[in-house]
């Protein structure tokens, strides 16, 4: 008795499976194991072999037809077996039930020589119906050599002899259908199939608009500045365990403050007093105070410095600079405006001196001028501490219990936490607070 060959469910959500290709003709001899045909589920292609000794007898769908799970595609049994035309179950009636080489009572009628309501029956295989399709052939003129008349695919062939294009390149018949729909020339078209064999993704895929090149990117050797930069702040960060504190300092009084000393200084300078210059004094003012910041770590010593050293950090197109203001505490403001000026303006000219880079104790790295509230900055070693500052922009704080806007900055405190504890580093920030918020005891 002849054995139904089903449709399998290779996976929790899979409903449909895909007929990718047959490996057996009608009539061919099948063996157990032997694969019978290859399907696409939601997730992979497999191969689905045969359970049965004996004749494929029938084959109810083709290429790119969709079976739903557990519906006969075809049977295995003895040759000249007689098995159904039509594939039983309701896989005869589902949505897409049978393949295009199945006869319905539409394309019959079609067939048929003399239309009637009850058209004559055509006996034939699904690839003879399929080659008599693509050769535009009516099945009623071919004369079968199978059994009752049956007609096969040979017989379609020697029927009408040439193939079109399509079918001696190998084009499933729905990447044919999708092709025409596409206007797409299917030479244009490369196959992924067996011997380039066109399938209906392959055509989709041909009719992607090619992606665009990307132009290659831009490669610069790291040399000179941006080297040792690098390699500076590589070593640091590696090397020292940095920690941060941050806080908010209301630069209102120094806005103030600055607004009445432009005038005077500029005109006994020539240069504009800048809020670097203000908080370069103020920090200046804090080392002072709390010499156990303003040290360096040399190997396993720690050198405490006389002198207030304040580095500037500039930056230039291809890296950055640090020229160094000497004895910043002992400078007043209008000083400390000629000194960072020159300084700046050289280090962007590329004309500091080597001893205007060297001997600084601390570091101040100045981003205020962007759009940046705050920032953990990196120390410039050997020395211990850097601070990096922020915008000045307004911010709604409490004052005498009323919320008002204010002027408001951010600073952040980077430190060498082998050689300075977070108290002394907090105590040092907050005195910096109290000199800017109050910047007129600078002036003393």
């Not at 009608?26 to 696409?40: A, T, Y």
């Not at 006994?268 to 010499?291: D, F, M, N, V, W």
């Not at 990096?388 to 204010?406: A, D, F, M, T, Y």
Request: charged fraction near 25%; include cysteine.
């Amino acid at each position: 008795m002849a054995k139904e060959i089903f449709m399998p469910k290779l996976s929790s959500t899979m409903q449909v499976g895909t007929v990718l290709q047959w490996f057996k003709e009608e009539g061919d001899p099948v063996e157990v194991g032997e694969p019978l045909f290859e399907i696409m589920t939601d997730k992979i292609n497999i191969e689905v072999e045969s359970y049965e000794d004996g004749v494929l007898l029938k084959r109810y769908f083709e290429e790119d037809d969709e079976v739903p799970i557990n519906h006969v595609v075809g049977y295995i049994g003895e040759e000249g077996e007689e098995v159904p035309d039509l594939p039983p179950g309701e896989s005869g009636v589902s949505s897409k039930p049978v393949s295009t080489e199945t006869p319905n009572p539409q394309p019959e009628a079609e067939l048929s020589d003399q239309p009637s309501e009850e058209p004559e029956k055509v006996r034939a295989t699904p690839a003879a119906r399929r080659v008599a399709r693509e050769r535009e052939v009516h099945l009623t003129e071919v004369e079968g050599s199978g059994p009752k008349g049956r007609i096969h695919q040979a017989d379609v062939e020697r029927f009408a002899p040439t193939a079109t294009a399509s079918a001696t390149s190998g084009v499933t018949p729905l990447a044919e259908k999708v092709a025409v729909a596409e206007g797409m020339d299917l030479q244009e078209v490369e196959g992924s199939g067996p011997r380039g064999k066109v399938y209906r993704a392959d055509v989709e895929k041909a009719r992607q608009p090619a992606a665009q090149p990307v132009p290659p990117a831009k490669r610069v050797k790291m040399a000179g500045i941006r080297k040792a930069v690098a390699d500076r702040m590589l070593h640091s960060k590696t090397t020292a365990p940095h920690v941060t504190l941050n806080c908010d300092i209301d630069m209102a009084e120094v806005v103030a403050m600055r607004k009445q000393l432009l005038g005077p200084i500029e005109k006994q300078t020539g240069y504009r007093l800048s809020y670097t210059e203000i908080i370069l004094k103020a920090t200046a003012h804090a080392l002072k105070r709390h010499p156990n910041i303003n040290i360096s770590l040399e190997g396993n010593e720690i050198i405490q410095h006389d002198a207030i050293n304040i580095g500037m950090a500039v930056a230039l197109e291809d890296g950055l600079l640090v020229p160094v203001i000497k004895d910043a505490d002992r400078k007043g403001l209008v000083e400390l405006t000629v000194a960072c000026k020159t300084a700046g303006q050289a280090a962007k000219d590329n004309k500091l001196k080597p001893d205007e880079m060297s001997g600084g104790t601390f570091t101040v790295s100045n981003l205020g001028m962007y759009a940046v509230d705050t920032f953990n900055p990196v120390i410039n070693q050997p020395e211990s501490a850097i601070l990096g500052i922020g915008r000045i922009h307004e911010k709604p704080v409490g004052l005498n219990g009323q919320i008002v806007l204010r002027p408001m900055m951010g600073v952040g405190l980077s430190f060498d936490h082998r050689v300075i504890d977070g108290a002394p580093a907090a105590a040092f920030l907050t005195d910096l607070k109290a000199a800017l918020e109050n910047p007129f005891e600078l002036l003393m």
